[in-house]
T-cell receptor
Framework: NAGVMQNPRHLVRRRGQEARLRCSPM?????VYWYRQLPEEGLKFMVY????????ESGMPKERFSAEFPKEGPSILRIQQVVRGDSAAYFCASSPSRNGELFFGEGSRLTVL | SQQGEEDPQALSIQEGENATMNCSYKTSINNLQWYRQNSGRGLVHLILIRSNEREKHSGRLRVTLDTSKKSSSLLITASRAADTASYFC???????????FGKGTRLSVIA
């Protein structure tokens, strides 16, 4: 049973470009969470999705950031017009139930030049 | 938003010693979880303790929860060099809010 798969593992973008981060949850998991982590910091909640629905996006900036979890395919975190402050590690986690044990991917590390 | 705060921020011990990390939080919770993160990797779930539980064990891990003090501790006994990692507590408060993580304790176990 494959774990949570995130890609790309590393992504470099110039200011103003778009970043798309993908997350395939574990088989049978319909709950997906996105977190952001800065160096030497904890994880900051961004968004919680359950197949085709955004349940809680209270941690996601109102502009430039969006997330989806379509019926078919991976969950996508999209950052438009990236700025240097967006540089961080973005982690996806999945769960078979709401707020049970979270299974994390290895993260996508975004660097904005 | 509610956040667990781990203490200490960093801890360095000799192999074989016990390591104790503490977590405090602000509001009533449904459960509290501990996670481990090796450098450059994703988080791995260690243990979940529910608000009506006071202590839980898993191998060399022992977690306690004191809801009156809004605090939890993670004890790793007979530590090994491979236990070197950052350890995070995470809480979800009543009302099913998403898991909120603290800033973590960086544990170094010296062989």
């Amino acid at each position: 049973n494959a774990g949570v798969m995130q890609n790309p593992r590393h992504l470099v973008r110039r200011r103003g470009q778009e970043a798309r981060l993908r997350c395939s949850p574990m088989k049978g998991h319909s709950h997906v969470y996105w977190y952001r982590q800065l160096p030497e910091e904890g994880l900051k909640f961004m968004v919680y999705l359950q197949k085709e629905n955004i349940i809680d996006e209270s941690g996601m900036p109102k502009e430039r950031f969006s997330a989806e979890f379509p019926k078919e395919g991976p969950s996508i975190l999209r950052i438009q017009q990236v700025v240097r402050g967006d540089s961080a590690a973005y982690f996806c986690a999945s769960s078979p139930s709401r707020n049970g044990e979270l299974f994390f991917g290895e993260g996508s590390r975004l660097t904005v030049l | 938003s509610q956040q667990g705060e781990e203490d200490p921020q960093a801890l360095s011990i000799q192999e074989g010693e016990n390591a104790t990390m503490n977590c405090s939080y602000k509001t009533s919770i449904n459960n509290l979880q501990w996670y481990r993160q090796n450098s450059g990797r994703g988080l791995v779930h260690l243990i979940l303790i529910r608000s009506n539980e006071r202590e839980k064990h898993s191998g060399r891990l022992r977690v306690t929860l004191d809801t009156s003090k809004k605090s939890s501790s993670l004890l790793i006994t007979a530590s090994r060099a491979a236990d070197t990692a950052s350890y995070f507590c995470a809480t979800d408060s009543v009302g099913n809010t998403p898991l909120v993580f603290g800033k973590g304790t960086r544990l170094s176990v010296i062989a």
